[in-house]
């Protein structure tokens, strides 16, 4: 029953749509109808800007953080990664808004700062080095989870090394989208860095 309550809050707590919320209310602007649509980060760097892009992009690591230290916090038995899941899975199909949300990257990153804060660190240090030198946000992603599961293999949590390779899989299905625009050269680069 322990575990239901957990998941079912995690759930709750990735659903809230970041970016949706931010841009109407900062903004009178509903982020679905603009840029690629989605409900990312990357889509509110985008369409409503760096303040706001910054603003979503904590929050969305923060809910899975938040829900991964709830099963820390109880002291339960269950990994907290798994229920870290959850909110993974409440960002990308949010119940709060038609079950369509961001790519998942932001909120792993949190579920990883809730329970493994130095890989965190490291995961954020690749991300950056990755986005300078290619431009490519979802490429950066992907070659992030790449390295992160790499980097786990040292911590000798199996639990660990199964949702990073769990996540980074779902990332790059994602991104597959994009991954064809990066081929085609039609996909959109950072100008900021």
């Given at each position: 029953m322990e575990f239901v309550l957990f998941a079912i809050i995690a759930y709750l707590l990735g659903s809230i749509p970041s970016a949706l919320l931010v841009g109407k209310i900062a903004f009178n602007k509903?982020?679905?109808?603009?840029?690629s649509g989605n409900l990312g980060a990357t889509n509110a760097f985008r369409v409503l800007g760096m303040k706001a892009g910054i603003i979503v992009t904590l929050s969305d690591i923060l809910k899975g953080t938040a829900a991964?230290?709830?099963?820390?916090?109880?002291?339960?038995?269950?990994?907290?990664?798994i229920i870290g899941l959850f909110a993974v899975i409440g960002h990308t199909y949010p119940i709060f808004a038609k079950f369509?949300?961001?790519?998942?990257?932001?909120?792993?990153?949190g579920i990883i700062l809730g329970s493994f804060p130095l890989l965190f660190v490291i995961m954020i240090m690749t991300f950056l080095l990755s986005l300078y030198l290619?431009?490519?946000?979802?490429?950066?992603?992907?070659?992030?989870?790449?390295?992160?599961?790499?980097?786990?293999?040292?911590?000798?949590?199996?639990?660990?090394?199964?949702?990073?390779?769990?996540?980074?899989?779902?990332?790059?299905?994602?991104?597959k989208e994009n991954l064809k625009r990066i081929k085609n050269g039609t996909e959109p680069k950072i100008t900021w860095m």
């Open positions: 509903d982020i679905r109808e603009h840029g991964t230290v709830i099963p820390i916090l109880f002291d339960a038995s269950v990994h907290p990664l369509k949300g961001g790519k998942a990257v932001a909120t792993s990153a290619s431009k490519y946000v979802s490429l950066s992603s992907i070659i992030t989870g790449a390295v992160t599961i790499l980097i786990s293999l040292f911590y000798k949590d199996i639990v660990l090394i199964i949702i990073i390779s769990l996540l980074t899989l779902f990332v790059i299905y994602r991104h």
